[in-house]
């Protein structure tokens, strides 16, 4: 439908219209239309250019900051880290101010210079061949020394020596002072590490203290020599019947 003429409104506003303005209307009324037009373009590319600009910085901060990431590392803790501390955190107990003193080694024995051997300062033993055949008379030594740095006194007595053989659940076998004991008196002075050895003979027989029981070869295998001098007594030496 057509607009009458003289209604007052004019032609409809287009592209062309506004850059080469034709109508009633004074030519001012078409230049503002233009720049109405021009500001609304300019603002609509503006607005585009805006938001390339703004997706182009997000995206190169986000680019930037996992950039920092990978190369600074992550920086919350393992979880390694939060339960074991580390070295440097780690306390160590401060040295104490007075050095603690080591312990000393016990006190050797006294013995008095001249005085009879205690036992702690006599030394025994006993030497064995180590094996013999079932029925032949070995001789056992009897080895004494006196372990002070002074020299002391000790009764030799043949009486209050002794040698037992035991077997290898420690029945007694033989004692050297069963069948055939002797007496004497020899109270004897001990220079500072001086060794005694005594040899006792065994007939290679059984014996008891009474010397009543039927004597007997014992059978081969393991036995031991235990010696004693009165009250000390020595370690078990081995010997093999064979």
Same mark, same amino acid.
């Given at each position: 439908?057509?607009?009458? +003429?003289?209604?007052?409104?004019?032609?409809?506003?287009?592209?062309?219209?506004?850059?080469?303005?034709?109508?009633?209307?004074?030519?001012?009324?078409?230049?503002?239309? $233009?720049?109405? @037009?021009?500001?609304?373009?300019?603002?609509?590319?503006?607005?585009?250019?805006?938001?390339?600009?703004?997706?182009?910085?997000?995206?190169?901060?986000?680019?930037?900051?996992?950039?920092?990431?990978? !190369?600074?590392?992550?920086?919350?803790? /393992?979880?390694? *880290?939060? @339960?074991?501390p580390s070295v440097a955190a780690?306390? !160590?107990?401060? =040295?104490? &101010?007075?050095?603690?003193?080591?312990? &000393?080694?016990?006190?050797?024995?006294?013995?008095?210079?001249?005085? /009879? #051997?205690?036992?702690?300062?006599?030394?025994?033993?006993? $030497?064995? %061949?180590?094996?013999? %055949?079932?029925? &032949?008379? /070995?001789?056992?030594?009897?080895?004494?020394?006196?372990?002070?740095?002074?020299?002391?006194?000790?009764?030799?007595?043949?009486?209050?020596?002794?040698?037992?053989?035991?077997?290898?659940?420690?029945? $007694?076998?033989?004692?050297?002072?069963? #069948?055939? %004991?002797? &007496?004497?008196? *020899? %109270?004897?002075?001990?220079?500072?590490?001086?060794?005694? =050895?005594? /040899?006792?003979?065994?007939?290679?027989?059984?014996?008891?203290?009474?010397?009543? =029981? +039927?004597? !007997?070869?014992?059978?081969?295998?393991?036995?031991?020599?235990?010696?004693?001098? *009165?009250?000390?007594?020595?370690?078990?030496?081995?010997?093999?019947?064979?």
């Amino acid at each position: 439908m057509r607009r009458a +003429e003289g209604d007052g409104v004019g032609p409809p506003i287009t592209v062309p219209g506004v850059l080469h303005p034709v109508g009633p209307l004074p030519a001012a009324v078409y230049w503002r239309r $233009r720049l109405v @037009v021009l500001a609304l373009v300019a603002a609509l590319v503006g607005g585009l250019v805006w938001l390339a600009v703004a997706l182009l910085d997000r995206r190169g901060t986000a680019g930037g900051e996992a950039a920092a990431q990978t !190369t600074a590392g992550p920086t919350e803790l /393992p979880a390694l *880290d939060r @339960v074991v501390p580390s070295v440097a955190a780690v306390r !160590t107990p401060a =040295a104490p &101010s007075v050095p603690v003193a080591a312990p &000393s080694a016990p006190p050797a024995p006294s013995q008095v210079a001249g005085e /009879p #051997c205690t036992d702690e300062v006599l030394a025994i033993e006993v $030497r064995t %061949p180590g094996a013999v %055949p079932v029925g &032949s008379k /070995p001789t056992f030594e009897l080895l004494l020394a006196n372990t002070a740095d002074v020299p002391c006194v000790r009764a030799l007595d043949k009486e209050l020596q002794e040698l037992v053989l035991v077997d290898a659940a420690g029945a $007694r076998v033989w004692g050297s002072n069963d #069948c055939f %004991p002797e &007496s004497s008196d *020899d %109270p004897r002075t001990l220079a500072p590490g001086e060794l005694v =050895a005594i /040899p006792v003979v065994w007939g290679g027989l059984t014996s008891e203290p009474t010397c009543t =029981a +039927e004597r !007997t070869t014992p059978p081969p295998g393991a036995y031991a020599v235990r010696g004693r001098l *009165d009250t000390k007594v020595s370690a078990d030496a081995p010997l093999t019947l064979q």
